[in-house]
């Protein structure tokens, strides 16, 4: 045997070991803040997280219509797979919304991953992954909700609280910045905003006790612009309502880990925040909690809070009101709609954020009574130690984080329902760093529960049309000009409906449940619909019925034949 | 409550397992050079299906250099988590090569051998980065228990 060893040279990009080309075409260097203000100006491409800073989802695209939307087939799937031991090894989901940017889609997986992707054939040009730690504490599974894109960077955040800066030509670290304590449960999913010259983030961690946040850094940088905290100290407005004699305010929750809206003539950022902690008991936190659960309205230049509405004031059901804030303008109005976790759906006033009105969007609703102004009247929630409380909505809420939509040619709301109770049993425990700091023992319903699409005329808060299903929707909607509504099942069925009847139109099963945003886009005049598939995350929470469902790791591209 | 056993049987292939279980091993220390790199050698030795140490403690995030020597008379491969990108190693018998990771902290990683002959059998390691997140990225507010 030779006693010199083997020269095994020096350990290579897993990348080099595939066909990723490693360079996309340099697109991106165009993007800055003007495109970004005037995204639905340009419909081939879909540039910020929600398609534009209005949050709609909506899309002027009609090549593809209710008229011919039967005859849409799939024309590339984009599979990411899975490598070794991995962080939230079982809890993975493809919950991102891929942008778009002149033929080339950017979007990020889960643990730390992200591609650049060639939209019209779905080769992948290149790959990032950022080592993500096995231990970082996961509020609600391995899941990132995509990435900004802007001045030849793309942004995105990491599970274990960085926001970083990549060269979209090559994939690179240009910067990274670490914005949040792991060792205090802190972790990172939202997908960024670009605003002027800031890219802004938020933090996850509302299951631990963190204090919840958001960040602007600048997007050259990544140099820190400010930090807003959504739970106030001792002495700044908003204190009086969290007990004036304890701690609690240091682990209050309220994160931030849903992409903000934008208004630019108000220069207004719409949060919503997430649930106090512990979530479920209420006793060591008296008073409304502030800012939690609430939309709030934030300068984008100074990061300070301007108005706000609180949803579910002193929140003992775990009604986080991190989802979207949907702008736009009716009869003269300047409107926000919000669809909450507690089952009603408020119209807002978005230059003060009063509340225009309040309706239910979900049938089975107990926990209490909010009048059409959005006073609450708490009725079920659980109080004395040990025992057993069931309530509607369950904890997963009425509608998840997935995002509603809106379409100015119908003028109507849409939004995915989960119509689902829970049992939570108070259970105090004593507060330490890192570790879940419910309150409470919970058990969201197994077999009870049903789900639906309906679409909601914000001038009444009247129901217009409702798609009923077995299961309930936990799958972001999109809308067109093309008169659609599409989304996905949990069972995998992506679907498209008439936006102004309901009916359903089409139907593809992709293998795996949808917990995601789709988005769509043209190239070369071509419209394509594109859906990640990838079912997972906090399922236990939402739809334990489906835990048991095959992950999946596939985007599908969609378009009529040519 | 019964006696803790050592249970050598554990620590070799085709004992009381088939392979080796995961996770069991030697733990070492990466040494900090003067110019910050954090660097340690890790060695497969023969028939024992395991990396060692098994587990490598660093004191930060921050680049780590490998030295990776395989003394087994059978092929593996080590894929190691890097920002950037998975790294790939191919190590022949008797064969040594070199890695360069970044590394945040803290946090522990996994890596490990992804030939079909290995997987599920042994020579999965942990990588643990130790330290705090920086001043800027903590939370405002007093210190708070830890378990």
Sequence with gaps: MATEYVDAGTAIPYAALSASVGKAPPVAKGVNYDRILNARSEPQNWLTYYGAYDGQRYSPLDQINAGNVDKLVPQWVFQAGNLGLRSGATTYAWEASPLIVDGIMYVSGWDGQCWAVDAANGNELWRYRHASPFDVSLCCGNVNRGVAVADGKVFMTTLNAHVIALDAETGKKVWDQPYGDVRAGESATVAPLIVKDMVIVGSSGGEFGSRGHTDAFKLETGERVWRCYMIPKPGEPGSETWPDDGEAWQRGGANCWITPTYDPDLNLLYYGTGNPCPDFDGGVREGDNLFTDSGVAVDADTGEIKAHFQYTPHDLWDYDSVMEHLLFDLDGQKMAAHFDKNGFMYILDRTDMSCIRAAPFVDRIDWGEVDEKGNVTPLVFPDAEGDPVHFWPGPAGAKEWTHACYNPNTELLYVPVQDVGATATRRRREFKESIPYWGAGVAVDGEDQTGYVSAYDPRTGQERWRWENEHCMCSSLLTTGGNLVLGGEPTGEFNAWNAETGDQLWSFQCGSGHHSSPSTYSVDGKQYIVAPSGWGGWAEGFLPKMLGSSHGSALFAFALPD | ?147
């Excluded at chain 2, 790939?88 to 079909?116: C, M, Q, R």
Aim: with cysteine.
């Design chain 2, 1 to 147: 409550m019964p006696p803790v056993k050592p249970m050598p049987e554990l620590d070799k292939q085709n004992g009381i397992t088939l392979g080796r279980i995961l996770g069991r091993g030697n733990v070492g220390e990466a040494e900090e050079g003067s110019d910050g790199v954090m660097r340690a050698t890790i060695r497969i030795p023969e028939d024992e299906l395991v990396y060692d140490p098994g587990v490598l403690i660093v004191p930060h995030g921050g680049v780590i250099e490998l030295e990776l020597i395989n003394d087994d008379k059978n092929t593996h491969c080590a894929v190691l988590p890097s920002n950037g990108d998975t790294q790939f190693i191919w190590l022949v018998n008797h064969s040594k090569g070199t890695a360069t990771l970044e590394l945040d902290g803290p946090g522990y990683y996994w890596y490990g051998s992804t030939t079909g002959n290995d997987e599920g059998r042994g020579l999965t390691g942990a990588i643990v980065v130790g330290g705090e997140v920086p001043p800027e990225a903590k939370l405002d507010r007093p210190p708070q228990p830890r378990p």
